[in-house]
């Protein structure tokens, strides 16, 4: 539905895009993740038709976003990093004049629709100025979705929400998404675990990782960490046990109360081999528990490489 292909974007001497490529199918939940700085705003604007890109296309339904901005800007719901709020009206009025702007005809029965679905309800008649950032959010969106569009665009909808107002702004999403393909940024992982089927990690301009998060929880860079508890070993005596394999580096040895903690990473799963290993001795394994790697260390992972 939407093919972003060699997607390039120079500010002067700044590269801020250098050769984006992603494909996002109809229906599909995307998060867009990187560190500040990365280009996912870029992206999104050159996507909603705000800039244009220096070199490269991003198509909606086969339409070059460059060549037919109109009908494209048709498709796409946007609500950017600092919702555009008119300040002094209500609530109610505002979406009447989104309404407006957008042609819809059933403007009463529309304004409902959208109060429900983003819980603005109980606010429409006070003036958006006295809102919190939250439910500015939330009308955010509701102006965003006003014409129904098939595309649904965020730049960090939850920025500076606090954590209750995350839940709830991230839920929203959720059930826009069952309907629509919903694109949006954030520099929180949690978030994009949370709500996306899909997370694409830009990072410098180019994309770093594209998969699901379960995906990309499995990938080899982040490899993974296993934690054991062993009775009977001294510290010098696990790390000479844990020296003898390869590809396994200690994380964290410490004795607990009930024996010998330890934290290592292996790039492939050693669990039988370390079994095998304690068996020829004469400690007790209590625990071994396998962790796949967390998001934020891929991530941290994938954004450092490089540097
Ligand atoms: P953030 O999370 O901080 O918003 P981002 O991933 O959205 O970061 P962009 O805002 O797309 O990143 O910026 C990408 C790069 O382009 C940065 O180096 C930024 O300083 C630069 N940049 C963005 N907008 C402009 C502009 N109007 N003029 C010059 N440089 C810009």
Not at 14 to 36: F, K, M, S, W, Y
Request: charged share 25%; with cysteine.
């Amino acid at each position: 539905m939407i093919s972003i292909e060699n997607l390039v974007k120079d500010y002067g001497d700044t590269r801020a895009l250098d050769g984006i490529n992603v494909e996002i199918p109809r229906g599909q939940v995307i998060g867009l993740l990187g560190p500040n700085g990365a280009g996912k705003s870029t992206t999104l604007r050159i996507l909603t038709g705000f800039i244009p890109p220096s070199s490269g296309s991003i198509r909606v339904k086969g339409l070059d976003v460059t060549e037919h901005p109109t009908e494209v800007k048709k498709m796409i719901g946007y609500l950017p990093e600092s919702a555009p709020l008119y300040s002094e009206m209500l609530v109610y009025d505002y979406l009447n004049y989104i309404a407006d702007i957008r042609g819809i005809r059933q403007k009463a029965d529309r304004i409902i629709e959208l109060s429900e679905l983003c819980g603005i309800t109980n606010v429409m008649h006070r003036p958006v100025r006295n809102l919190s950032k939250g439910y500015k959010q939330r009308v955010g969106l509701a102006q965003a979705l006003m014409a129904d569009p098939e595309i649904l665009v965020l730049d960090e909808p939850t920025s500076g929400l606090d954590p209750n107002q995350i839940v709830e702004i991230r839920s929203i999403i959720r059930e826009i998404g069952k309907e629509k393909t919903v694109i949006f940024s954030t520099h929180i992982l949690s978030e994009a675990e949370a709500a996306c089927s899909r997370v694409v990690i830009i990072n410098k301009g180019s994309v770093a990782a594209d998969g699901s998060t379960e995906m990309l929880k499995n990938a080899e860079e982040g490899g993974r960490s296993l934690e054991l508890l062993i009775e009977g070993p001294s510290e010098k005596d696990a790390e000479s046990f844990f020296g003898a394999f390869d590809d396994v580096s200690l994380d964290d040895i410490f004795q607990n109360g009930d024996g010998l903690k330890a934290v290592i990473n292996c790039k492939n799963d050693i669990r039988k081999e370390i079994y095998l290993k304690l068996k020829d001795t004469d400690w007790i394994l209590l625990e071994m528990v396998q962790k796949k790697q967390s998001l934020e260390n891929i991530f941290r992972v994938i954004t450092r490489e490089g540097e």
